[in-house]
Structure formats: structure tokens, C-alpha cells
């Protein structure tokens, strides 16, 4: 069969994917990467076959506006609203107008505006093509329209929690109209398509969160499978080691977007008087200055290298980092700040793998403390290996190629 990925042009989005992709290819099934032209060749570097459409969208222009800041520290506490009703059990009482506003503002910037430079091309591409299945990142709704366009099958493939759609099927409970449908029906009619339900979240959704980390609607598991971009394991990395190695990573979204929330020197400064071995990956190591001799500073390492020779690690609790770790039954400390961050850090320390200090209070001395007690209390690392295993119970990308084509047929328009 005909597969068509789709993808806004962001990284994490398509490293969730790509995994899923390689194991319809190497089923037999042919396969297609679809985003914007700029994206390119990240979907070539994974060995996949790109698809460039439409247009690269504008780059954001710098905003120092109050309103503008408050916006990055309302992120910075986790899920923005109304996304927030995804971490408890809401009631109509809780669908505000604050909330109201603020969904009609992510409808129209994080669902109309970045979508646009791809979605009309999609929809042609798939007119022309005629996939038979598509799988689409949770806000790439161009996936969805392309599918509904050519009377394909479609699917969601999770990158975290499924906090949009948990949040959609709550607002959609609690009011009559919402403006995620209006939207949908008003893209779609510019298309000459009728508005269908299958259009807010697929026919079916993937979800590689094991059952105790996840927060979906009713979705397919698939086990989770690293992948960070083409990379190189230096040889450092696999050499024995003669005490505990901890990893200290705080995600390259922080990077490259908003900075750190932590002061990693201080964090470094504490750590040194334990009998440790230290891997910070930093982008820019100079920047710290002295490094203490228990610490290697780096600026990256392939984590799902890293993550098979580490007793502890200490990082920002984004879904890509903390699932690797997870998959090698390591103890986390998470310090959490940046959207569905601190939910999944609260999942993990519930399920007993971690604890978490919120990056609002990650000093040097509160790290040192938490990471001793991960040293040295055995119940994280028993309850760290019971996570790995769940992980492991849940079907690869492989094992589910079956079931995808038995969706594909159920769900295909003939």
C-alpha cells in the first residue's frame, strides 16, 4: 500500500514517526514523507523519501513585548491553557472564557498558521497520489484534510501525552460548537470537503507512552524506538567504567529555542563532591567556565547510547529524553518547566522510576539531594526496571505493521 507521513517541520514531530515509517517500508509498503521544502533533509538523513510542499513558513520575528513574555513564562509552568484540562478531570464549570480565548487563539496560530505553508500542497499531492493510509503528528491537521481528500485512512502518531486530544474530546463535551470544528469545516470547504468527525483526531491514534506513563484517548500502543537524527557514538562512551555514570541533559529545544531554565554550573559545582561521573551534554561548554574533574561536557552524544551505560539521569523531562531513559530502566530526576514536561514528570514520579524538582527550585544542593537518594535507595531502580518492562511488552513498529493494514482497509474510502 501507499503511505503518506506528514509532518510539520519540527524535529521532535518527526522522530516520534520516523520509526513507524522505516517499518512500513521495510514491510514492502511505499512510503512518503511530506512537509515543507526547508525540512527536507532531515526526512532524507532518516533514509526516508521526502516530499517537499508548499512553502517554508516565515520565521517568528523576535517579540519583547510584555504580553509576548508573558506568553514564554506561561509555558515555561507547563501545558498552556485550555490545554491544562488534560492533567485533571474538568467539569463544564471549568470551559472559562479565558480558556475559550485562549483556544481560539491555538486554533488559529498553532493549528491555521502553521499548517498553511503546507496544507493546500498536501492536499493536492494526495489528490494525485492516493495513499491509502496517512499518519500525521497530533498538529499537522494537513495530514488529516490530505487523507480526507483522497478518501485515505489516517492515523495520529503521538510525540508525548495526547494532551490535545484529550482536551478536544472535554471541550467538545462541554459545548455545543468549538472553534477546532468551525475550523476544520471551514478548511475543509475551501478544499470542496465536507466537514467529518475523523478530522479532529484521526480514525486511530498511536500512542508510544507505556499504559502507566500515558495520558491518551483510546489508542493503539506501539513501543517506543530512539531516534535522534544521524549521529556518532564516540568511543568514550562504551569504555568500562569505574563508578556510577550520570547523565545531565536538558534537551535541545532549550537550546535551540528558549535557553535553560536551570544554572547547570551550580548544578555541576554540587554534583562534584560526589563519587560520580558526570555527562552534561551542553551546546555551548565553554560557556560554564572551570568544569569540576567528576564532569565531561559535551556538546552532544546520542542518547540511546548514553542512556545503556547510566545508573541516574537529571534532565527536563521532554517526552524523547525521559522515554529513552525509560526504555533502559534508568532513575530519573526530572526538572521540568516547558509544556507537557511537568505532567509526564509527574506521571514518572507516580509510577515510582523518579522524583521531580521543578526548574523553579533545581538548585545545585536540591539536585545533589534527589540524585543521592536515586544512588541509593533501591525502589527507583526496581521500579525503573518494572517500566522498562512494560516498555518492552508493548508491540515494535514492526509487530504493528499488520494491524495498520487491517486499519487501512477498515477505514479506506473504496
Known sequence: MKVLCCVLPQLTHFYALAPLAWALRTAGHEVRVASTPGFTDAITRAG????PL??????DPEDDTPEAQEARDALRRGLPKPYDLAEFTPTPADWTDERAEAFEMMVTYAFGEDNEPLLDGAVE???AWRPDLVLWEPFTYSGALAAHACGAAHGRVLFGTDFLGVTHDWIRRFTATDRLTEWLTETASRHGLPYEDHL?????TLDPLPPSL???LDALPVRYTPYGGAAVVPPWVTKPLDRPRVALTL???ATEYSGYTVNVRD????LSTMDIEVVATIADPESLGPIPSNARVVPYVPLDALAATCTAAIHHGGFGTLATFSR???PQLTLPYDFDAPLLARKLEEQGTGLTVHSDDATGPAVRDALQRLLTEPGFRTRAQALRAEIEAQPGPNDLVAQLEQLTRKHQLT
Do not use: M, N, W, Y
Not at 508548499?54 to 520565521?59: R, S, T, V
Not at 479532529?200 to 486511530?204: E, V
Not at 548544578?267 to 554540587?270: K, Y
Open 48 to 51: 526516508l523519501t521526502a516530499v
Open 328 to 330: 533502559h530502566g534508568v
Open 54 to 59: 508548499g512553502h517554508d513558513p516565515e520565521p
Open 251 to 253: 534537551g535541545t529545544s
Open 200 to 204: 479532529r483526531a484521526g480514525h486511530f
Open 267 to 270: 548544578i555541576l559545582a554540587a
Open 125 to 127: 499531492f494526495a489528490r
Open 214 to 216: 500515558a495520558v491518551s
